[in-house]
């Protein structure tokens, strides 16, 4: 490829959309990023405000996207991402996933570019499957509160591979588990910012159910790493990107308290429909066809957020 690459990034302003756009930039592309602010934050990427090679529109992505010239890639993050959103943006949810990845798709065809897809651990649902490899079909309750954002993916998968079948296009699905970082949105209900900022605070750290399901949480620069090698290599099947490595959702809690050098004591609610007990990759398929695995442990991830989170509270942007 001569020329410059091109990629448009979907949901470019959100938290994983936004450290894509870095990468992307960093390898050279000129990058054009795509997002309604439904979620995402013009904050997360205002640092990039001026550089000639990027360019951000705002554009819900349910709607025909029109771009002049050429592109290269296409990368599909635009989504309502965290339980909150799915219980307040139910339907928005439904069309990002279905109307905006056909939309998204229809581009990428029409520029001849290479797509990548978004997807999630969560097409596994409650999996009954533990660790879960890229072979497992789920445990999804599709008319449960999760579900809009559960069936939503599982539909942009079969579509992504639809066009890749009926029109070989050269098309990638990553399936993220559980990631942290800079960027992530304070009151988006995950764990991550949520313990973090009432450690900060030190105010009472909610715990949900008993606290023993179990998360693996794999660290943004890690992700985004593995989603570049992925959009460059010759897969077509979905990969998992995620850290394998499982706590308890009761030792993050306290792991969060004492890096935070926090008072706060842990409380228990009640378990929210369908949460899943247990979640962990299975990235067999990423060590052998990437020659990737997370390199970022958890003390130092979380020392990375946790400073991000502290200098929002100072700012009193918290």
Not at 156 to 184: C, Q, S, W
Request: charged share 20%; net charge neutral; glycine share 8%.
């Amino acid at each position: 490829m001569n020329e410059q690459p091109v990629s448009v990034v979907t949901g470019g302003a959100g938290f994983l959309g936004s450290h894509l756009c870095d990468r992307l930039l960093a390898e050279g592309h000129r990058v054009i990023a795509l997002d309604n602010l439904i979620t995402g934050n013009v904050a997360n990427i205002e640092h990039l405000a001026g550089r000639t090679e990027f360019k951000f529109i705002h554009h819900d992505v349910t709607e025909f996207i029109f771009l002049p010239g050429p592109v290269h890639f296409v990368f599909h993050f635009a989504s309502p991402a965290s339980p909150i959103d799915y219980l307040e943006l139910p339907i928005q949810t439904l069309k990002v996933g279905a109307l905006g990845t056909h939309k998204a798709l229809g581009l990428a065809r029409a520029k001849g570019a290479r797509f990548l897809l978004a997807s999630t651990s969560e097409v596994y649902g409650d999996p009954l499957v533990h660790p879960q490899p890229e072979t497992y079909w789920g445990n999804v309750n599709p008319i449960g509160p999760r579900g809009v954002y559960d069936e939503a993916k599982r539909f942009a998968e079969a579509l992504t591979m639809a066009y890749h079948r009926a029109h070989r296009m050269d098309t990638k699905i990553v399936r993220i588990f559980n990631t942290y970082g800079p960027r992530m949105r304070p009151r988006d209900g995950r764990v991550v910012p949520a313990f973090i900022t009432q450690a900060l605070r030190n105010e009472p750290i909610t715990v949900f159910g008993d606290g023993r399901q179990t998360r693996s949480f794999c660290f943004v620069a890690d992700l985004i790493e593995g989603i570049w090698r992925l959009a460059n290599s010759d897969a077509h099947e979905p990969v998992n990107i995620g850290n394998p490595t499982e706590m308890t959702v009761l030792e993050f809690a306290k792991r969060i308290v004492a890096l935070c050098e926090s008072r706060s004591k842990l409380v228990h609610q009640p378990l929210p429909v369908d949460d899943p007990k247990v979640r962990q990759p299975d990235i067999r398929q990423a060590r052998s066809r990437l020659g990737w695995e997370p390199r970022v442990s958890l003390e130092e991830g979380l020392t990375h957020t946790i400073a991000y989170f502290r200098n929002l509270l100072d700012s009193g942007r918290l």
